[in-house]
């Protein structure tokens, strides 16, 4: 699964560079965590994304809950611009997620 949040730099690039570095680190403790990286668009500058890899979707909400992501992730991720960031790797070939209840 991959997640790609977006975020407007505004006056504070240096701040906001700082505080997706440090919500990267808070995910890549998380159990479920590929990879992922902190990036900068090269044609405009003031628009950043954080973007991680995970081993499933459950992995990725359960990282979310964790104490310290509440407390310094979350303000952080609330501020990325409005705008699904989830999404499935296509594989070759591959069965795509099927969009159905997963209530059982």
């Known amino acids: 699964m991959l997640v790609v949040n977006r975020f407007r730099a505004g006056e504070d690039p240096d701040g906001l560079r700082a505080d997706l570095e ?11 965590y590929v990879d992922g990286w902190v990036g900068r ?3 405009d500058p003031g628009l950043w994304t954080l973007t991680t ?10 990282a979310l809950s964790s104490y310290d ?6 303000p952080v991720l609330s ?11 296509v594989e070759p070939g591959g ?5 159905e209840s997963r209530v059982t």
Do not use: S
């Open 22 to 32: 440090r919500v990267h680190r808070l995910l890549a403790e998380q159990t479920g």
């Open 41 to 43: 668009n090269v044609d």
């Open 69 to 74: 992501l509440k407390l310094h992730g979350v």
């Open 53 to 62: 890899r995970w081993a499933n979707v459950g992995a990725y909400r359960r």
């Open 79 to 89: 501020r990325a611009i409005d705008e699904p960031g989830a999404y499935e790797v």
């Open 95 to 99: 069965m795509l997620n099927v969009a």
